[in-house]
Structures are given as structure tokens and as C-alpha cells.
């Protein structure tokens, strides 16, 4: 290992320090040689499609929005989507070290739980995949199911990131942001070749991982193909904690041993006249076992994990393109299918050997449309998007093992089998008249759950169905002071739909003296945003500024609404209408790019929140909101794309005892300010190229807000959230 590690040292330091940056226009490194970024202008400006369902340069759009291509994603040497946004200010991803138990605690069970856009996270943040949402993330007791594990990103074309309310484009959980990924067609391959393809292999120490890579595609006349596969071995995320030892007390990883497998098969007719005809199979799967020995004491003598989780989708695109006023026109539909099982097995003394088998299970069927039409009245000239989609969903999750608990039977339901309907119509406009732009839109959704006879639940249950509407709006103006100038506004609404666990969970231990209850009352949560900045381009450098504000209404939170926690008065929990949250803050980034070569970058992100409660007159600091993040980054490239690389620095400062206060009991644990290193550099051989890149170069002990957030200042086990120490990794991609 010593060795390796100092060959990947080497390679890092030797051949210029490297890395892509945040996904700016000219931030790719190896990218621009290897494979120019399909999503890219004539002019080499980055364009994205979902700031509002258009084709738009980054520059020209009225909201704050990061893409990345898939050859940045390999020039980071990301493994997954905590990688994914390493170098982005604003944009976090939870993920705590494995302590869970079997029927208490949930604690990193959920791996990389979510995506955080300013300080909201969860199921409040949109994530899709080529337009069609993942499943939701589900938390019960000891069960936790995030939505990390929902895409491989070695198979991604591009991902874009977009920040603030999207419910005007893409309607319910578009509450904060949304995280948007495409998967490649065969033609992004090709790129006019009849056969093409690529193999990749990456190793990183961090968590032991080898990851192995194959896409290939084809085309015969009308006719285009890719698959591709993607798998990946993993043992635990190592840390900087050093007390190895069995019980609560240790703050070393719990042995974990993983894998995944990800597939994608892809089918295109493109005939002429402009027609397209698309058909996708997609197969993620994913299976983790846990030696818990953190969870070891005087009565349990061995406690073990297997969790595995799949997810399938099919699905059909008719996509036309023309030249008139029309220019676009896509209906598509689709399946979807995700199974988790998280299975926990207990040995103890002198009790009774357990184990817990809890399952969450998501099966959609989904039906969308859309057109773009491009036309002028008079001299405002327009480019409209309209379109409509509908979805249902059954959820269910079950609870069973055991040894259940005193008072309980397994197996059980924490919900009713549910079916949830999401129904959508929208329209949007880009407005140009001289210097401004306008992009006004409009959104009808409609939802509606249906609960269903479950047998796992009491006969005198009483599930509640729920519906509801919500019209959200959106307003961005562009105004172009000069050819490099650009000043950028926008106010945004958005909403989330109760989840069928929330409106009709259900469970009841009268000898523990509690017991939860459905709220046919519950309500959608709502937010409103509104956003500003400026903007500078060149062909040298690229500056831009903004600021944001978001206020957030009708949070829905589970509060204890009546009861006295004894078997004959049981306290009874419900999830209702409660908070309400603000957050302001403001970014700035800028990129530099040298005629000989030489760039630079720098982004920082600072935001502040709080959680009111308007009946109590109480504020609160919002844990979620990550405190001030600053990237820096210098890197060179060779004219010819031969080599270079880049260094990056990130800091992150320590939250402050005032931001965290009334979070923890007696006080949040905050750790300290941290500033660390990476180094990336990569070798092109034609069709060969070589990436190695060395992280945390001073070998620095940190741990981020996010992951440990809710830990209280009196833990004795804060080392066992800390990050990898000096780790390293290398990728070898051969293109044919």
C-alpha cells in the first residue's frame, strides 16, 4: 500500500497539481481533449436545459446553476455524489459513520443520505434522472433509506444542479433545488463513428473502492445502440479516529464490505424528417454488510447489517425536432421500480436473540409531454416550453423480524400501502426584447393519496385519503448591460405534498406508553425565494455574485400533540404544519483562464437560517444550513492536452456557538475550522489517460458540519466522524 501510495503522490505532484472545479465553462481539464462536453456551445460556454427547460448558457440564465460533464466527473476522480459536490460551495451531502442499531438508532445507516441546497435538504430537494424523479428517502425508528445510492455516476453524460424553488418547472419536492442527471445516447459516444466505446478502472484508498467501467456503442443506418455497466467494490470509509476497541467508545470504522452493479441498455431510431424514437433499460443494485462492533456491550455479544437495495426503470421517448415555429416535441413514458431491504441480526445475553427485516418499496408508472415553439409578437420574441406529466406511485414498507418489542407484532406497517398520484400542466417563456430577457412560468399540480386496505394494520385503523392543488409561479430577468455584463434577478415559488407515510403513519406500543397517529389535515410545505446578481464573462475570466433569500412555510415536523406517556394516557405523535424557516445568504465565484495555460478558480458560499415557531415565538437556528465554505484553485494545462493538473484548497470555518444554539442538548459539538488539500493531474496517451490525484495532502483531521450535526458537545466519540486522513486515487480510461 506504501508503495502505491507513493507512486499516486508522485503522478499528483509531479505532473502539476489537477482537478476539474466546479463545473464552470473552462474549468474541464483532460475533458476538453478527451471528450468536449456534449452539453457545450459553438462558443465553448456550458449550456443547461433544466434552469428552465430550455437550452441556455450557464451566463444567460436568470437562477444560480452548476454543470458538470461526465469527463469532470472523471477528472474529480468522484466516486459517488458526496465527491460530486466536493468542490461545491452551497451543496452538501450527509453522511455519517455506520453506528446504528437493530431496533434503536439510525445512524449513517442511509450512506450518503441526500443532497442539502442552502441548508434544505432531503426529500425537499428534486433529484431525477433523464427527467423522471427517484424515490423518496424513508426514516422509521431504526430504519433510514436515503436516496444516494440512486444513480452510479460513472454511467452520467452530465449532471446540472440547480439552487432555489423548481416547483414552477418540475412541480412537487422541488422545494429547495433540484439535482438533475442524463444518462449518455449512443451518438454522444460515437460522435460519427459507426463503432465506439470506452473501458475505465479506478482505485481509491479512502475506502479501499475498485470501480470498473464499460460503455460501448454502435449504429447501423437509422438504428443507434449503447450499453454499459458499471461495478464497484467498497470496504467502510476510513476516519482519522484511533480508539479501536469494542462498545460505544469506539471511534474507529465498523468493518463494512460492499458492492454495487449498474447497467444501462439504450436503443435509438432516428429516421429523417427529425423524428426520434428512444427506448432505455436501466438496473442499479447495491449490497452493504455492517460488522457493528460500536454496538457491542455486556448483553450484545454480535450485531450485523445486510442491506441491499435495487432499482429498475423502463422506459420510452417519441422526441421530433424541426425548424419552424415548432421546434420541439417529446412524449414519454416510463416504469420505475426500488426494493430496500435493511436486515439486522442480534445476538444476546441473556436475552433472546433478534433480528429486523425492514423493507421500503416504490413502484411508478409515469406519462409526460412537452413542446418548445419559437415565434414574435411584434418585437418581443419568444421561446415557449409547455407540457404536462402525471405519475403514480405505490408506496409500502413493512416492519418484521423477531423478538418484537413488548406490546408489538411483527410483522407490521408503519403506513398503509399507498397509491400517490402526481398530476402537472406547465408553461414557460423566454421574453427577449433588446438587452432584456424575461422567463416568466406557471405551474397547475394536483396530487392525491389513496391508502389501501392493509392487513399489517389494525381493523379499526382509520386511513385518511388526501388531495390537493397548488399553482406556483416564477419570474427571471436578464438584463445585458454590455457583452460581458449581465445583471440576473428571480423570484421562485415552491411546494412539497405530504409523503403517504406522514398523512397516515400509524404505531402504537401502549406498554412504552406512546403512539402515532394520522393527520388528514396535513399540508403541503411551501416556499417562496427570490434571488439577485451580476455576472461578468470574457474570454479570460468569469466573475459572478449573488444573493438569496428564502422563507419556507408549513414545514412538516412530528411533534408530540397530546398525552402523558403512560400506558393509560399514551402521548400521541403526529406529523403536523409547524415551522416555518428563513434562510439568506449569498455566493461568489470566479474563473480564470490564461492564454499559456494557466487557471484559476475561486467560489464561497455563506448562508444563515432559522427555524420560527410563530404560536411560541421562538427562533431557532436551521442545523441544516452548512457553515461558510471557500474553494481556491490554480491548476495548469498543456496547449495540446497533453497533461496538467490542478490544486485545490478548501475551508470551511467552525459554526458558531449563536448558530447552534437550541439545537443540542446541552450544546452542539462543532468542529473546528478546517483548511485542506487536493491534488489532481492527469496524462493524455491518445486514446489512453491516465488520472491520479492525491486528497487531504496535509493529512489534516476534520469532519464536516453536516455529517455531524445533532451531535451533542459532551460526545466522547467525535473522531468517528471525522474524514479520511492523506488518501489518494488513480484512474485509467482507454477509448476506442
Known amino acids: 500500500m506504501t508503495r502505491w501510495f507513493c507512486s499516486v503522490a508522485l503522478v499528483g505532484l509531479c505532473a502539476a497539481p489537477g482537478a476539474a472545479f466546479a463545473a464552470q465553462p ?108 427517484v424515490p423518496m428517502g424513508f426514516s422509521f425508528g431504526a430504519q433510514s433509506v436515503g436516496r444516494g445510492d440512486s444513480v452510479d455516476i460513472g454511467l452520467v453524460k452530465s449532471v446540472e444542479i440547480l439552487r432555489g424553488p423548481a416547483s414552477a418547472l418540475y412541480g412537487s419536492d422541488g422545494l429547495a433545488g433540484a439535482v438533475s442527471f442524463t444518462l449518455s445516447d449512443p451518438e454522444d459516444i460515437l460522435k460519427g463513428k459507426a463503432v465506439a466505446g470506452l473501458v475505465r478502472s479506478q482505485y481509491a484508498s479512502a475506502d479501499d473502492e475498485f470501480a470498473h467501467t464499460a460503455i460501448l456503442a454502435g449504429r447501423s443506418g437509422d438504428i443507434s445502440a449503447l450499453v454499459s455497466y458499471s461495478r464497484r467494490d467498497f470496504n467502510e470509509l476510513d476516519n482519522r479516529g484511533t480508539n479501536d476497541v469494542l462498545g460505544a467508545n469506539r471511534t474507529t470504522p465498523n468493518p463494512q464490505d460492499g458492492h454495487s452493479n449498474a447497467a444501462t441498455a439504450r436503443i435509438v431510431w432516428d429516421p429523417a424528417g427529425g423524428h426520434k424514437v428512444r427506448l432505455t433499460g436501466e438496473y442499479l443494485d447495491n449490497a ?63 436475552l433472546a436473540d433478534r433480528t429486523r427485516l425492514n423493507t421500503f418499496d416504490n413502484r411508478v408508472y409515469g406519462l409526460a409531454a412537452e413542446g418548445r415553439a419559437a ?18 406511485t405505490r408506496q409500502q414498507g413493512v416492519r418484521g423480524g423477531t423478538v418484537p418489542p413488548a406490546g408489538e407484532v411483527f410483522p ?98 401502549l406498554g412504552q406508553g406512546y403512539t402515532s397517529r394520522p393527520n388528514a389535515d396535513l399540508g403541503p410545505e411551501r416556499s417562496e425565494s427570490i434571488e439577485g446578481g451580476i455576472r461578468f464573462v470574457s474570454e479570460a475570466v468569469s466573475l459572478s455574485a449573488t444573493a438569496f433569500s428564502a422563507r419556507y412555510k408549513d414545514f412538516i415536523s412530528q411533534e408530540v400533540v397530546g398525552g402523558g406517556f403512560t400506558p393509560a394516557n399514551p402521548a400521541i405523535f403526529q406529523f403536523i404544519n409547524l415551522d416555518r424557516v428563513k434562510v439568506e445568504g449569498a455566493e461568489a465565484r470566479m474563473d480564470l483562464r490564461g492564454t499559456n495555460g494557466i487557471t484559476g478558480q475561486l467560489a464561497i458560499s455563506y448562508a444563515r437560517g432559522d427555524v420560527i415557531d410563530p404560536a411560541a415565538g421562538t427562533r431557532v437556528p436551521l442545523a441544516t444550513v452548512d457553515p461558510l465554505k471557500l474553494v481556491a484553485g490554480i491548476g495548469w494545462r498543456d496547449k495540446a492536452g497533453r497533461f496538467g493538473g490542478q490544486l485545490i484548497a478548501t475551508h470551511s470555518v467552525r459554526k458558531s456557538d449563536e448558530r447552534s444554539t437550541g439545537v443540542c442538548t446541552p450544546s452542539c459539538f462543532r468542529p473546528g475550522a478546517f483548511t485542506i488539500l487536493d491534488a489532481t493531474a492527469f496524462v493524455n496517451l491518445g486514446p489512453v489517460t491516465l488520472r491520479g490525484g492525491v486528497f487531504n495532502l496535509t493529512n489534516a483531521k476534520y469532519a464536516w458540519w453536516s455529517d455531524v450535526r445533532g451531535l451533542a458537545s459532551t460526545t466522547t466519540i467525535a473522531d468517528a466522524f471525522t474524514q479520511p486522513g492523506r488518501n489518494g486515487s488513480v484512474s485509467l480510461t482507454y477509448r476506442f
Open 26 to 133: 473552462g474549468s474541464a481539464l483532460a475533458a476538453e481533449t478527451e471528450n468536449a462536453d456534449a452539453e457545450a456551445g459553438s462558443d465553448g460556454r456550458t449550456i443547461v436545459v433544466s434552469a428552465t427547460r430550455t437550452p441556455i448558457t450557464i451566463d444567460d440564465a436568470p437562477v444560480t446553476i452548476s454543470s458538470k460533464s461526465d469527463e469532470e466527473i472523471a477528472d474529480e476522480l468522484a466516486t459517488d455524489i458526496k465527491d460530486l459536490v466536493r468542490f461545491e460551495p452551497g451543496v452538501s451531502v450527509r453522511r455519517q459513520p455506520a453506528r446504528f442499531g437493530a431496533a434503536l438508532g439510525s445512524t449513517g445507516r442511509a450512506g450518503n443520505e441526500d443532497f442539502t441546497i442552502r441548508g434544505i435538504g432531503g426529500n425537499r430537494v428534486l433529484i431525477q434522472v433523464d427527467g423522471v424523479r
Open 288 to 350: 452493504l454488510v455492517t460488522d457493528l462492533l460500536s454496538g457491542r456491550s455486556a448483553t450484545i455479544d454480535n450485531l450485523v447489517a445486510r442491506d441491499t437495495g435495487k432499482r429498475w426503470r423502463v422506459a420510452g421517448d417519441w422526441i421530433w425536432e424541426g425548424e419552424g415555429t415548432l421546434e420541439m416535441a417529446r412524449v414519454s413514458a416510463y416504469w420505475q421500480s426500488a426494493k430496500d431491504r435493511q436486515f439486522t441480526q442480534e445476538d444476546r445475553t441473556p
Open 375 to 392: 415565434f414574435a409578437t411584434g418585437p418581443l420574441q419568444h421561446k415557449l416550453v409547455f407540457g404536462a406529466d402525471a405519475s403514480w
Open 412 to 509: 407490521s406497517s408503519a403506513f398503509p400501502v399507498t397509491d400517490y398520484v402526481l398530476t402537472g400542466l406547465f408553461l414557460g417563456d423566454e421574453i427577449s426584447v433588446g438587452p432584456l430577457t424575461l422567463f416568466p412560468a406557471l405551474r397547475f399540480d394536483h396530487y392525491k393519496l389513496t391508502p389501501q386496505a392493509d392487513p399489517l394494520l389494525p381493523p379499526n385503523f382509520a386511513t385518511t385519503s388526501q388531495s390537493g392543488e397548488r399553482v406556483s409561479p416564477k419570474m427571471g430577468a436578464v438584463l445585458k448591460l454590455t457583452e460581458e455584463v449581465r445583471l440576473f434577478a428571480n423570484y421562485a415559488q415552491g411546494f412539497r405534498a405530504p409523503e403517504p407515510s406522514q398523512v397516515n403513519q400509524f404505531f402504537e406500543n
